[in-house]
């Protein structure tokens, strides 16, 4: 009986799903519109490194700015043609300036919050109110930069990112709700509906460089979080763009094997059972990071593709970079994100079938509700079957081409108590763990190892603190919960109070220390942190 029950499972999840396949298209820019008379520029909607070749290349490995995501972020003063076809002409001439030249034909990112002054006398509360108009972006017009342009206002992180990132704005949306803003998380969630209708996912921000990869797919809680106050009309409303959301995740199934155990974002373990990875489509240097990249596959053995692959992978998981991707935990160019199972990213899509699941069922959809209430299930057992390790006590990523855990455990562990997925006994183990090694005095580190990395010890991260808390209060592990918010609301609040600022990430280990390592200055302002505190603020009370 249970084999007739497991095949019946295993035949529905790869009809529907290699089914569902077909209709995922490949990422399109779409055709901003052109102001009245001006030259229709045909190389706008590439990637800057597309764009511009040589000039790109000569700017970014040059320097011409201390961050490589300033460049690509600039305006364009002239059309494509005009600006390349000076620059072949001047390039090779004795008193040629770079710097000087990009500054004739480029404009740099405005500085949107750079005017701002923290009133460190208001409470944190007031201060993050105090902040949503700074982040604030009205719906975008015509753009000739690599902004991708959106239809509805929404919130940026702040810092040098002005533009909107997928994970980060639900974490902001839950600062959003406790302010009782309700109108701009529906804005947002309009936006992504958007993304997902006009390129069939949505991209890691909305940046045309961004288009070869996505992030941790939190639609499906956005989507929820606006249900919870708006009534569950919302997830009908929605539920096109979620199955699509999931179809773009699936896009690899059809294709995989017991020969062929990986396509795409499709990691195939044993017949009838399959999990995901993140897989970004390109093989080359990230526009935003192009220098540093390049350096890092120097520093390799292996073929340069491939490790432009992990590294734009491990982009797509938000952790950028952890250990949790590395061969040698200490060692960058040993990454190979593509070769791991995240437990986090499949939790995530367990939620999205649920909730998938959930939004057929109030259509009276019996058929749907069932299959996607399959694939949960089928993922459900599939996470307790390769990513649970018993010996720890913890949930672990897992490598398919070892067919081991890797051996760096991670708060992305906690990830299936908020999903519950887990038992009561695994997280009573989880419990111990986190408390014993990943607590410290001003919250959680992201993982056990100092590397210099930024999602890795001594920092902690605002979404790794919620989901974590949220996971453990599912599990009635009350009093720890409680614990981690209110160490991490206690180093926020100092840290607001020494410098007037909210960071994206802080140093929970010494309280005197702001922040740790990472690829670029610490930002302030941040959104998810905001939201995050927000949330927890409102909590307590």
């Known amino acids: ?60 490995m040059n320097k011409v700015f201390p961050d490589g995501k300033t460049f690509v972020d600039c ?21 040629f300036q770079l710097d000087e030249f990009v500054a004739m034909y480029f404009d740099t990112p405005k500085k949107y919050a750079s005017g701002f002054k923290a009133d460190t006398s208001k409470t944190v509360s007031q201060h993050i109110n105090s902040l949503w108009p700074v982040l604030t972006r009205q719906p975008d017009k015509d753009e000739t930069g690599s902004l991708f342009p959106l239809p509805n206002s929404y919130i940026v992180p702040g810092g040098r990112f002005g533009e909107i990132y997928y994970w980060d704005s639900y974490f902001t949306m839950l600062g959003l709700q406790s302010a009782g803003r309700e109108d701009m998380i529906e804005n947002m969630v309009k936006n992504f509906a958007y993304l997902i209708d006009k390129i069939g996912f949505i991209p890691n921000g909305n940046r045309t460089y961004f288009l070869s990869r ?48 990986a396509n795409d974002k499709v990691v195939y373990l044993e017949e009838g059972v399959y999990l995901n990875r993140y897989w970004d489509k390109g093989d080359y240097p990230r526009a935003e990071s192009h220098r540093e990249d390049v350096l890092t596959v120097q520093e390799s053995d292996r073929p340069a593709k491939q490790v432009y692959k992990d590294l734009r992978s491990a982009c797509e998981s938000g952790w950028d970079f952890s250990s949790r991707w590395f061969k040698d935990a200490q060692n960058l160019s040993t990454i190979h994100t593509t070769d791991i199972i995240p437990v986090d990213l499949n939790s995530l899509l367990y939620s999205l079938e649920k909730i998938i699941a959930a939004g057929h069922t109030s259509n009276k959809n019996t058929a749907q509700a069932a299959l996607y209430n399959t694939r949960a299930k089928q993922r459900q057992l599939a996470i307790q079957k390769y990513c649970w ?19 760096v455990p991670s708060l992305a562990g906690m990830y299936p108590f ?114 995050v505190l927000l949330k927890l603020l409102e909590d307590k009370k």
């Open 418 to 531: 908020e999903a519950g997925i887990g038992t009561k006994e695994q997280a009573a183990k989880a419990a111990k763990i986190i408390e014993s090694d990943f607590l410290k005095a001003g919250g959680l580190v992201s993982t056990l190892n100092a590397t210099g990395q930024q999602w890795d010890y001594p920092n902690g991260w605002a979404p790794l603190q919620w989901m974590t808390i949220s996971g453990l209060k599912n599990y009635q592990q009350e009093t720890l919960a409680n614990t981690i918010a209110d160490r991490w609301i206690a180093l926020n609040r100092k840290i607001y109070k020494r410098t007037g600022k909210l960071l994206e990430k802080y140093n929970v280990v010494d309280m005197e220390l702001e922040t740790g390592g990472g690829e670029y200055p610490v930002q302030d302002g941040f959104g998810w942190t905001n939201g």
């Open 75 to 95: 305006t364009p003063k002239k059309s494509t043609t005009e600006i390349m076809s000076a620059y072949d002409k001047v390039k090779d001439t004795p008193n």
């Open 1 to 60: 009986m249970k084999k007739i029950l497991f095949l019946f499972i295993w035949f529905s999840l790869t009809t529907a799903c290699k089914q569902v396949q077909t209709t995922v298209s490949e990422p399109v820019a779409t055709n901003a519109e052109t102001k009245e008379g001006a030259e229709i520029d045909e190389r706008r909607e590439l990637p800057p490194n597309e764009r511009f070749g040589d000039l790109f290349e000569a700017v970014q």
């Open 389 to 407: 390790n018993e010996e720890k006590g913890f949930f672990m990523d897992y490598d398919f081409k070892t067919k081991q855990h890797t051996t």
């Open 214 to 261: 996505s992030q941790p797919p939190f639609f499906g809680k956005m989507v929820d979080l606006l249900a919870k106050s708006k009534g569950d009309q919302i997830i009908q409303e929605f539920l096109p763009q979620l199955e699509k959301e999931y179809q773009f995740w699936m896009k690899g199934l059809a294709n995989v094997n017991a020969t062929t155990t």
